[in-house]
């Protein structure tokens, strides 16, 4: 199965701040990379897919870049509703795998 | 718009079996890969399997193999999803989610239902 490495585990960051949050794939996975975002007591929902491909509705202040095994999801201006759980996900491989999640709040 | 719709919180014994359903409306049910996902307490998340509603093909993680059972009725627009032998490490969340746009990224998800396995 390929592993998916998440970091960090939790992140807090101010209003207007732009955080990065990193994965990492134990093989190649080719850009097959989708992030999600899951707020508190709500299920995930997809924002980026391809590494970089923004998901219909989703604010272009996320964007996603990367290849290989190595990849991010870059939010700008940190808004209070982005205050949620992010994975992140291969779709190169099955089994699907996800990443441990990052936990972003707000200073 | 879509929507996928799970069945209510369960309490159940070790060792009895439970069967989860996810309604699905907004879109064609037979286009779409309908997959399902695990996720316990503090954890992330793991991937059970898929079911292609068109042909009633699937796909296990292996992990949940002998565990998971995915069914869907084209009739009604609804997958289920069957856990067996359950212990206390199947307490945990357990959410639909479609995927066809792009093999295996998972564009629409239920609200989940919670699993709780006790005596």
């Known amino acids: 199965d390929i592993q998916m490495t998440q970091s960090p585990a939790s992140l807090s960051a101010s209003l207007g701040e732009t955080v990065t949050i990193e994965c990492l794939a134990s093989e190649d996975i080719y850009s097959n990379l989708a992030w999600y975002q899951q707020k508190p007591g709500k299920s995930p929902q997809l924002l980026i897919y391809y590494a970089n491909s923004l998901n219909d509705g989703v604010p272009s202040r996320f964007s996603g870049s990367g290849s290989g095994t190595q990849y991010s999801l870059k939010i700008n201006s940190l808004q209070s509703e982005d205050v949620s759980i992010y994975f992140c996900?291969?779709?190169?491989?099955?089994?699907?795998?996800f990443g441990g999640g990052t936990k972003l709040e707000l200073k | 718009q879509v929507q996928l719709q799970q069945s209510g919180a369960e309490l159940v014994k070790p060792g009895s079996s439970v069967k989860i359903s996810c309604k699905a409306s907004?879109?064609?049910?037979?286009?779409?890969?309908m997959h399902w996902i695990k996720q316990q307490p503090g954890n992330g998340l793991e991937w059970i399997g898929w079911i292609y509603p068109g042909n009633g093909n699937t796909k296990y993680n292996q992990k949940f193999n002998g565990k998971a059972t995915l069914t869907a009725d084209k009739s009604s627009s609804t997958a289920y999803m069957q856990l067996s032998s359950l212990t206390s490490e199947d307490s945990a969340v357990y959410f639909c989610?479609?995927?066809?746009?792009?093999?295996?990224?998972?564009?629409?998800w239920g609200q989940g239902a919670s699993v709780t396995v006790s005596s």
């Open positions: 907004g879109y064609t049910f037979t286009s779409y890969d």
């Open positions: 989610a479609r995927s066809g746009f792009m093999y295996g990224v998972m564009d629409a």
């Open positions: 996900q291969q779709n190169y491989d099955s089994p699907w795998t």
